[in-house]
Each structure stands twice: as structure tokens, then as C-alpha cells.
């Protein structure tokens, strides 16, 4: 069969271009929708061979496309629309009608594509999932550990697989409460009592608050402002709570009767990997038990500290009432100890899942009706009762919660410290295991620091004082919690580390785009250094820039350190230093007024940073549904992170791959059951579910499913970071269950790259002197051609990370892994 023109260029001599035909079709394909309509499986109507002989052999293979992150629509990555470019650029070039054989990559083979970008896209009020980053660092952090949790562990690494388990889902309970006492921090703290407390003063700065602030308002006394400000973390809750269970049930799926053949060597192969509706089901329970327990906790502890004053004093309040609180408290404080400790358990036994599923909900239900119980008892009429300064109670509550963070953070350390030790992962795992953890410590301090942010700017506009501590005319004495200047001192840090960060990078760029600049003179005979050369090295350089980022990741963590060194202090001493404004200063006195005030300057700087961000997330998110290369930026990060089941924070965006990687399986194994053979083509983070769906397909499948990856992350990204289900050991696995595998990469794809697997006989530890490169093990050529090839005006483009299906090595590995065609039938 002839070429075909080469929309976007040539190709060098040294590499031939094998013969091949267009990648494109004339038909619209026929689309199938799920009842929830998020993730479409398109299929071409294959094409009737009229032209064939009737006894010509016919190929029963299709080639199964799977996209990565940026998605599209399905007639584009189908590339079934009517025109196709034959010459020329994006911006100007050379159409003509599509044929029929433009339907197949390789004449024979029917394509489909896996459309499930809507899974992480579609509506654009989604943008707003990204400000529930925290949360998903969290979830990512627990599937970042360097050993596995396995039912047959003993010893030492069971000890600390169970503690790094429960390291993190204590620290992502610690964020659902943060987030509470956040949001309380406004309502019932600023508004409900420091706001009402004020009276008269508060009426002429927001008369929109006279209804809760007069005097003559039924609302004015300190219980009923509570009771009204409680009314924003109960929304903030009850939207969380609704988000979490739609999603849910959004994303679940019917899994097969046909159970795959699981591996120790492949975690992702076991039967009930991807049902998490048990698990998320009970940490939602237990989460928003705890989240109602704050709200109830910061209406009790007012009232009832006023009434031990109360009895103390022999004042005038119910005799009966300081018992009565008494016991709401105890009852609080067990039903959230209890919720507390469902959270640690590691939920392998399904059947475990179920039981602890129905506890969670009782103890949720029992904290509903204690909160309706601790409202009845805070707005009892107490005479003399008034609200003076901040909020009692929620001051203490946040210190606590920020030495119980610090502590965990080192408790996932050394969980994961031993767990490298005992486990050994394959040598190029990130951090040496410190990844994990790193993760969960960036995760917890952004979340605290948008939860200051937003009491810090929140008090900025209820008060009308500018960002200074002087007073001004007209403005409220609102004063949020000074532990919260912690945070935000330590995020004004993370903006000059980040800004420092960014000019090293830049210099590291810049040195080796230099030293690109002699293997591109080579590579493509260069005798002169042109602006082509530079664009080149330039895109090389930036393709290895991906090495770089467990060096990022600890320079991030250098806030960390101290907090957790004051939580630690705060644990041994028993002092809990509320921040900087009331830390001692071991400053000599004329020097003390001027670093106080540098500190003061810093947290102001650090709660206007901490607004920026938030509102920069919600405009980032979406601008990522409207343009494709903030989609593809966005996305490459988001993809990952949502990747994983919830098994840390139910209340985190929902995992894509539950609701893609069961469907996925459930067409491959109808068509492969039927005698059909599949080539699963995965592109990007496509190429991970495509692996995940060959980990759950059952043993009858082996013979008739092949496997074709390019601008994969499977080992770049998930072998280092997820060491404990990607690596050497489980890629040799999943090469045994696929007739064939081709990996394709590119040296300017920074996502995309070799995949290295364990050779045969190598021991457990997947020493690197044992390891093997599946298939591609040279980089396919980017750009193809250094000059315009004969009929062109342009050179090729640089590609990076972007059509690998349209380079002439993808049809040739298409046609290398595809079983032999049948032989022709003579007679009859």
C-alpha cells in the first residue's frame, strides 16, 4: 500500500517510515451513553470489506483507544471528522475528504475509543473540586507508601504498615475538622459571639446583623448567636456530605462475575481493589460524626463553662443545668472517641467493612441527635450570661488539633522510614519512601492554611480594619484565634521558598538546555546552532525536568519543620503557644517592637497570600475546562491525584478509575470472550487504566489481549511515587498477562517514559542491574525532520507529550502486536 501525506511533516532518513494509511474515517460513530453519562464508549461501525473478495481473510481485532488527561470529544480522538489535513500546520494547511480505509490504523482492525474525560471534567462548577486539594493530597498520601498492607503481614513491618495506615486517615479526620472549625470560626466565633457580643457597636458597623446584635432582638442573647452563626458550618458540612455521597453513587459500577487472577506481585489485581462503597461509606460516617461533634463541642463548652462559673459562684442559673452538661459532654466525647477509632481500621475483610458500615451510621445518627440535644441546652434563658472576647473553648480546640497534626506528621515518618527498611522497594522509588509522607504534610498545612486565610480575611471585612493591628475609626474589635497566625507566618515562608524554587529551576533549565545543545547538533548533523537548535535542546531539557521534583517537594517541606518542632514542644511541655503575637521573644527590648512587627507584616502577608490562592484554585479550575492547555497543566497533576480510591477522605474528589477501570474490564472481556482480539492503546494517564484494566481481567483473557502504551507515567511517575503497586516486580507481572506489549516515549515528553520491569530470575529486592526495558527501550525521534520535509513550508512541530498515534511508529507497533491474519480460504 502506498504513503500517504504526513500532515505535519517528514521524517529523517534513519528512520523509514513504515507504510501505513491515514488515521481517519468518514462515518460518525455510533455512541453508547451510561445512565449517568459520564465516561462514553465510542465505536466505529465496522466497515463492510465490498471491495474484498468474498474469500479474502478477515482480521477480528479491535484496536481499543484509551486518552489521557486532556480528553476530547469522541469524534476528534476517533478522527472521524468529515475533513482530514494532509499538509500544512494547525493554523494553515491542506484538507481533503476522508476514505474509508482512514478508518483504521492498520487495514482489518476496527477502533473504539474509552471516552471518560467527563469523569474528571464536564460541568464547569467542578473547578471548585480543586478547593478540596488537601483533602485529595491526603487520599494520594496514603497510596504513596513504600510497603503494602497485606492480611498476611507480622512483626515489624505490620506494626508500621498499620501505624502509616493510621497516621493518615487520622491527619485527613484532623483536615475534616479544620476545615469545621474554620468555618465555626466565622459564623459562631466572629458573628455569633464576638460580632452579637458587641451589642449597639456592632448594630451601626453591620446593621445587616441588628436582627442578631440589638439588644431588643430575641436573638441577642450569646446562646442564640451561636445557635444562628452555627448555621454556616452546618452548611459547609451538610454541602460536603451531599457532594461525597453523589459522586458515589455517580461513579459505582457492577463489577464482573468472572474474578481476575490475582498476584502478590500485583496489588491492582485483586478482585476488590476498586469496590471502595464500603470503605468511603464508613470513613464518610465517621467523618461527618466528627464534624457535627466540633459544631456541638463549640455550642456546649460556652454554656457549660458558664454554668460551673455559675455554680461556683452561686449565681442565679438552673441549679440543674451544670449536670445536664455534664452529661452532653461525656456523651460528645464518647461517641467521638468511638468515631475516631473506626477510622483505623484497615478494612481488608469485606465482611468487617459491612459491620463497621452499620456501627459508623448509628454513631453518626447518635452525634445528630446530640447536636439537636446540645442546642436545646445552649439556648436555655441564663440570666447574666454574656459574650465577652473570643469564643471559649475554640482556641484551645485549634492548638490541640495543630500538636496532634505535628505529631502524626512524625509518626508517618517513621512508619515510613521502617517500612523502607523492611520492605525494600526497587531502588528508584522517590524520597526513599519519604514521599508518602511529604505529600500528607504539604496537605495538611494548605489546609490549614486556606482554613486561616479564610477566619483571617473573614474577620478583615466583618471588622472593616485594614491588615494592620492599630485600630481604626469605625472599625469592630474582632479578634480570631492567634494560633492561626502560625499558619499563616509559615505560608508567607512557602511563597519565598516557592519564588526561590522557581529562579533554581529557571538556572537548571537554562544550564541544560546548553548541554542538550551538542546531542541535537549531533543527532540531526548540524554543523551550524540556529533557533531551531535551541527550540530543540530546549524541549529536551524540559522533557528531563520531571527528575527534579522530589528536590521540589523538600523544599516545600521546610515550613513543616518547624511546626511540627512547636507541636512536639507544645505535646512535652504542656504549654501550647498560641503564635507569634504571644510566643516570648528572646529579644532584646529595643529590637522586640521591630521583630514583632516583621512578624506581624508576615502573617498579614501570609493571609493574603492564602485568599489569593483560594480564589486562584477556583480560576485555575476553570479556565481548565474552557482552554486545553490549562486542562492538559492541570490536569497531568489532578489525574494522579484522583486516580486512587478514597480510602483516607471519603469527602475528596471521587476516584475516575472506580467507574472507568470495571467498564473498561467488562468490554475487553465481552470481546475477548466472543473470540475477538483487543489491543489496549493507552495514551498518558490512559495507558494506567489500560494497565489497571489488564490486572483485572480474568486468566481466559491472556491469549487475546495485547497492550500498546505511549507517553506513559507508568514508571516516571507512579513506580516512584507508588511504590508498593507500580514497579519492577509488577510490571513483569503485567507483561505475563498480554500476548504483547510495545511502550513508546519521546525524550520531550516530561510525563512519558521507558518502562522498566524485572528480569527473569531476579530476586524480590528488583536490584537495578536485573532490570529490563519493555520493548521501545530508544525514544522515538522528536521532531521527526530538522528542515521542512519536499511540499512543505514548516517544519515539524516538536510533539512532546501529544500525538504519538499519528507517528509512523505507532501503526508499526500496531501491526507488530497484532495476531497473525487468518489464511485465505480457497473453494467451496
Known amino acids: ?140 498520601a496514603y497510596w504513596m507508601r513504600p510497603g503494602r498492607m497485606d492480611r498476611g503481614q507480622t512483626g515489624v513491618r505490620r506494626a508500621a504498615s498499620i501505624a502509616y495506615g493510621a497516621g493518615v486517615r487520622l491527619l485527613a479526620l484532623s483536615l475534616t475538622v479544620l476545615i469545621t472549625l474554620a468555618s465555626a470560626g466565622i459564623g459562631m466565633d466572629l458573628v455569633g459571639w464576638q460580632c452579637a457580643g458587641l451589642g449597639e457597636t456592632c448594630v451601626q458597623a453591620r446593621p445587616w446583623l441588628s436582627f442578631l446584635a440589638a439588644p431588643s432582638s430575641p436573638l441577642s442573647a450569646p446562646g442564640w448567636g451561636l445557635l444562628v452563626g452555627a448555621v454556616l458550618p452546618a452548611a459547609v458540612i451538610v454541602v460536603l456530605w451531599r457532594l461525597s455521597r453523589r459522586t458515589a453513587a455517580d461513579y459505582e459500577v457492577v463489577t464482573g462475575p468472572v474474578p481476575p487472577d490475582h498476584s502478590e506481585d500485583a496489588p491492582l489485581s485483586h478482585p476488590d481493589f476498586w469496590r471502595n462503597s464500603e470503605i468511603m461509606a464508613r470513613l464518610r460516617s465517621a467523618h461527618i460524626a466528627l464534624a457535627v461533634g466540633t459544631v456541638a463541642a463549640l455550642l456546649l463548652v460556652p454554656a457549660f463553662q458558664y454554668d460551673l462559673s455559675a455554680r461556683g459562684g452561686g449565681s442565679a442559673a438552673e441549679p440543674g443545668l451544670w449536670w445536664l452538661g455534664t452529661l452532653l459532654a461525656l456523651l460528645l466525647a464518647t461517641v467521638a472517641a468511638a468515631s475516631t477509632a473506626s477510622v483505623l481500621v484497615p478494612g481488608l475483610d469485606p465482611r468487617w467493612n459491612a459491620r463497621a458500615d452499620r456501627f459508623c451510621r448509628v454513631l453518626r445518627d447518635t452525634m445528630l441527635v446530640l447536636v439537636f440535644a446540645v442546642a436545646l441546652y445552649t439556648v436555655w434563658p441564663r440570666p447574666g450570661w454574656v459574650a465577652e472576647g473570643r469564643l471559649p473553648g475554640s482556641g484551645t480546640m485549634l492548638n490541640t488539633l495543630f500538636a496532634i497534626q505535628g505529631a502524626l506528621v512524625l509518626m508517618l515518618l517513621v512508619a515510613a522510614l521502617v517500612l523502607f527498611a523492611v520492605d525494600r522497594p526497587h531502588e528508584r522509588t522517590a524520597m526513599r519512601g519519604l514521599a508518602g509522607p511529604s505529600t500528607a504534610a504539604l496537605g495538611t498545612l494548605l489546609g490549614g492554611g486556606f482554613s486561616a486565610a479564610l477566619v483571617y480575611q473573614g474577620s478583615l471585612w466583618l471588622s472593616g480594619c485594614g491588615p494592620v493591628s492599630a485600630p481604626e475609626a469605625g472599625c469592630l474589635a474582632l479578634s480570631p484565634p492567634t494560633a492561626y497566625s502560625w499558619l499563616q507566618l509559615a505560608f508567607a515562608f512557602e511563597a519565598v521558598i516557592v519564588l526561590a524554587v522557581v529562579a533554581v529551576l529557571a538556572l537548571r533549565l537554562r544550564g541544560a538546555v546548553r548541554a542538550q545543545l551538542p546531542e541535537v547538533t549531533s ?55 498560641a503564635g507569634p503575637v504571644d510566643a516570648p521573644m528572646a529579644v532584646a527590648g529595643e529590637f522586640q517592637g521591630a521583630v514583632q512587627s516583621a512578624l506581624d507584616a508576615l502573617v498579614g502577608v501570609g493571609s ?25 497543566a492541570v ?50 494517564q490512559g495507558s494506567v487504566l489500560a494497565a489497571a484494566t489488564v490486572w483485572q481481567l480474568p486468566r481466559s483473557c491472556r491469549s487475546r489481549v495485547r497492550l500498546i502504551t505511549h507517553g506513559s507515567p507508568l514508571d516516571r511517575l507512579y513506580a516512584r511515587y507508588f511504590p508498593a503497586y507500580f514497579g519492577p516486580a509488577s510490571f513483569a507481572d503485567l507483561t505475563g498477562r498480554v500476548s504483547a506489549w510495545r511502550n513508546l516515549w519521546r525524550v520531550t515528553d516530561a510525563i512519558g517514559g521507558p518502562v522498566r520491569r524485572r528480569g527473569a530470575g531476579a530476586d524480590d529486592g528488583g536490584a537495578e542491574v536485573s532490570l529490563e526495558v519493555v520493548d521501545q527501550a530508544e525514544p522515538l525521534p522528536d521532531p521527526r525532520s530538522y528542515d521542512a520535509p519536499p511540499g512543505e513550508a514548516r517544519r515539524p512541530e516538536i510533539l512532546g507529550h501529544s500525538h504519538y498515534t499519528s507517528d509512523p511508529a505507532y501503526a508499526e507497533a500496531l501491526s507488530e502486536v497484532l495476531p497473525p491474519v487468518p489464511s485465505a480460504r480457497h473453494g467451496g
Do not use: K
Open 635 to 684: 490536569g497531568a497533576v489532578w489525574d494522579v491525584g484522583t486516580f486512587w480510591p478514597r480510602v483516607a477522605h471519603p469527602l475528596a474528589p471521587p476516584s475516575y478509575a472506580e467507574r472507568a477501570v470495571p467498564q473498561l474490564t467488562a468490554r475487553v472481556a465481552r470481546m475477548a470472550g466472543e473470540g475477538t482480539d483487543v489491543v489496549l492503546s493507552g495514551h498518558s
Open 608 to 632: 493574603l497570600l492564602g485568599g489569593v490562592s483560594l480564589v486562584a484554585l477556583v480560576w485555575i479550575g476553570r479556565s481548565a475546562y474552557r482552554d486545553r492547555p490549562t486542562r492538559q
Open 1 to 140: 500500500m502506498p504513503d500517504t501525506p504526513e500532515p505535519s511533516g517528514s521524517y529523517e532518513p534513519e528512520h523509514p517510515r513504515p507504510a501505513s494509511p491515514s488515521l481517519s474515517a468518514t462515518r460518525a460513530p455510533a455512541v453508547r451513553r451510561s445512565p449517568v453519562d459520564t465516561a462514553v464508549t465510542t465505536v466505529v461501525p465496522p466497515v463492510a470489506p465490498t471491495a474484498e473478495p468474498r474469500s479474502a481473510p478477515v482480521r477480528n481485532c479491535v484496536e481499543l483507544r484509551v486518552h489521557g488527561v486532556s480528553g476530547g470529544q469522541a469524534e476528534e480522538l476517533l478522527d472521524v471528522e468529515p475533513a482530514m489535513r494532509v499538509g500544512g500546520d494547525r493554523l494553515a494547511g491542506f484538507f481533503r475528504w476522508r476514505r474509508e480505509p482512514d478508518t483504521q490504523s492498520v487495514p482489518g482492525v476496527r477502533r473504539e475509543i474509552f471516552a471518560w474525560g467527563n469523569l474528571t471534567s464536564g460541568s464547569s462548577t467542578r473547578a471548585f473540586w480543586l478547593l478540596l486539594l488537601p483533602f485529595m493530597m491526603l487520599n494520594v
Open 523 to 577: 543527532l540531526y548533523s548540524r554543523s551550524v546552532r540556529d533557533r531551531r537548535t535551541w527550540d530543540i535542546a530546549r524541549a529536551r531539557a524540559a522533557g528531563r525536568m520531571t527528575e527534579v521534583l522530589p528536590t521540589v517537594l523538600a523544599a516545600l517541606l521546610l515550613p513543616v519543620v518547624p511546626l511540627v518542632g512547636l507541636a512536639l514542644y507544645s505535646i512535652i511541655s504542656g504549654n501550647l503557644v
